[in-house]
């Protein structure tokens, strides 16, 4: 389509020059546009045709939006403006970011680090807490709506604040439209009930557990199990899930995502100090240089990250251990011994656990009365001399929670201490007295994600294949992974080992995600007449048009809008394809 032909099918508004469109959604359509009076550029969000005709949520539009304008936080994306009632369109006009959504960064790293996940879930929380203040519930929160910029700062900001609220007549809702994403819901707002700052405290929950498992809590075949599974409260503990979350944050997650909203954190302002107060125990009380280093490099960041969090759980858990908080240290061993299964230090620090005194006063007590408390198991397998037996127990042991008991969101499994990724020691019941040990497991079933999606795995050395999304047996133990994306240039080759563990007796299949690094696009445009100037805005490219410029690549590809100026000339508008790794020409287009 001709620049002329696209521009004739824009939205024309008074104050704003609509000048592409960015992207659309179930409420409203998002385009790049210019402020006409001020002269900046900015996003433009209009309301769907459908939705804005309803008479009832138009009353409430303007005065909605205008209480959204309000809202000024370094985490929260700006409103400038919103339609006025004598427009036809409806609309909010906000800053124009150029960061990328939180969601895109999911689908290219996988599951993030629990503390790069707790940092970025901060800066959210702050963002809500202000909202929440000026009586601004958000009601729609997810990865779509969470905007990082990483250029020199890393800066988190969440946008569509009030938009479902805004949209919530009865005349839109009487159509049976579910407004807000299901599995990012809380109950209450399913219902219809009460909506007030706690249902946020459980949308950010339900962002946390996807980017520190890899996968949402609530999952369905369809969005009508969705929501029967966030009303029943049915999904499994993180640190199930996912070992390395650990016993710490799983816990958080749960009170977060606990089905009443008085169980829940009262605000996410509790929420955040939960978070803040487990990182600082951690060590990792710098969030910019965090952030900013993750993002630079992921995969350079998840090896630093996996050396730092070992020490410093081993050396809180020894602290636990001391101090005789036997389920604090177990808690801090069990995530340690995630990354680190085989570390001499941490099966020697176990074993001073096992063999103190406390355990034995504690097993004693436990034992004279365990009808009536928790079950605790005590399975090491641990990296003895070859010939030896591996020792494997399992007993009753009352203990008390370093952390305040969260109800969870389903019947949770007896607490395991010390759990190796490929051990785990079953419970046993009154009426099973003889010890049970896990039976090996020789595969486990391992379900892959790519980015970009067009890439070919060779697993150790074998014929490439198309394992998007797609589930493979392979063995337990290590392999090597390499991934191209054949007939394209726009990325380097992966190389990567990862040890396939086995099953802890979930029957979830193992996550390996391989995110390959886009080479930069280069663009110009030597047709252009002498002295021409090359701009287009949106990936930041301004100058003469004869040179290359480089752009940094997230995706494959890329739509851009560029404007070529040549002295005497009236200005050139083409919308062109940017590819990753490849040069590509501006057209100098006949007037």
């Known amino acids: 389509m001709s620049s002329l032909s696209e521009s004739s099918t824009l939205p024309q508004l008074t104050k704003y020059e609509i000048v592409e469109e960015l992207g659309h959604g179930g409420m409203a359509t998002v385009y790049k546009a210019r402020d006409v009076r001020l002269g900046r550029e900015v996003a433009v969000k209009i309301i769907h045709k459908h939705l804005r ?164 809590p609530f999952e369905g075949k369809n969005p009508a199990q969705v929501l029967r599974r966030v009303l029943d409260g049915s999904y499994a503990p993180a640190e199930r899930e996912r070992p390395s979350v650990g016993e710490r944050w799983g816990r958080m997650l749960a009170r977060a995502l606990a089905k009443e909203a008085t169980d829940r954190f009262a605000s996410a302002e509790e929420l955040t100090h939960a978070m803040r107060a487990e990182l600082e125990s951690l060590g990792f009380t710098d969030s910019a240089t965090e952030l900013r280093a993750f993002f630079a490099d992921p995969d350079a960041y998840r090896g630093v990250h996996r050396e730092r969090i070992v020490a410093a759980l081993t050396r809180r858990g020894e602290q636990a251990r001391r101090a005789r908080d036997l389920h604090g240290a177990a808690a801090d061993f069990n995530r340690a011994l995630a990354y680190a299964p085989r570390d001499p230090m941490l099966i020697r620090l176990i074993g001073r656990l096992r063999r103190g005194r406390a355990t034995r006063r504690a097993l004693g007590v436990v034992l004279a009365g365990s009808a009536a408390v928790g079950l605790v198991a005590f399975g090491v397998k641990l990296a003895l001399p070859r010939g030896s037996k591996p020792v494997t127990s399992a007993a009753t042991l009352e203990v008390r929670p370093a952390l305040p008991v969260v109800p969870s969101a389903e019947p949770r499994p007896a607490s395991s201490a010390f759990v190796t990724p490929s051990a785990v020691a079953a419970p046993r019941t009154t009426s099973d007295r003889s010890p049970r040990h896990a039976e090996p497991v020789s595969q486990r079933e391992v379900t892959f994600n790519i980015f970009p999606k067009g890439a070919s795995v060779s697993i150790d050395d074998g014929p490439p294949e198309q394992l998007f999304m797609k589930t493979k047996r392979l063995s337990v133990g290590p392999h090597m992974f ?70 940094k690549m997230t995706e494959p590809q890329e739509d851009v809008s560029c404007d070529l100026e040549a002295p005497g000339v009236s200005t050139r508008q083409s919308s062109i394809t940017l590819k990753a790794g490849e040069l590509i020409f501006v057209p100098w287009s006949a007037p």
């Not at 036809?88 to 790069?116: C, N, W």
């Not at 979830?508 to 080479?519: G, I, P, Y």
């Open 53 to 216: 005709e309803n008479r009832e949520m138009a009353a409430r539009f303007e005065a909605e939006a205008r209480t959204v304008a309000k809202l000024r936080h370094p985490n929260i994306v700006e409103v400038y403006d919103v339609s006025s009632e004598d427009e036809p369109d409806k609309y909010i006009v906000v800053q124009l970011s150029r960061g990328m959504t939180l969601r895109r960064l999911l689908g290219r790293v996988g599951e993030i680090p629990a503390e790069i996940a707790a940092l970025i879930g901060i800066e959210l929380g702050q963002a809500l807490a202000h909202a929440h203040a000026a009586g601004v519930i958000h009601r729609d929160l997810k990865p779509e709506n969470v905007l990082i910029e990483t250029d020199e700062e890393v800066k988190v900001q969440l946008t569509d604040f009030g938009i479902a609220k805004i949209l919530d007549a009865q005349g839109v809702t009487s159509t049976g439209q579910v407004l807000g994403s299901p599995a990012h819901m809380a109950p209450e707002q399913i219902d219809g009930g009460d909506v007030d700052a706690r249902a946020d405290v459980f949308g950010l929950g339900v962002l946390l557990y996807e980017c520190m498992v890899g996968h949402l």
């Open 482 to 551: 390499r991934a191209t994306v054949p007939n394209s240039k726009c990325c380097d080759p992966l190389e990567r080992a990862e040890e396939i563990k086995a099953d802890d007796g979930s029957g979830t299949a193992q996550r390996v995600s391989l995110s390959l690094s886009f080479r930069d696009a280069e663009i110009s445009a030597p047709g252009a007449p002498a002295g021409a100037q090359l701009r287009c805005p949106l990936v930041r490219v301004a100058g003469p048009a004869s040179e290359r410029f480089s752009v």
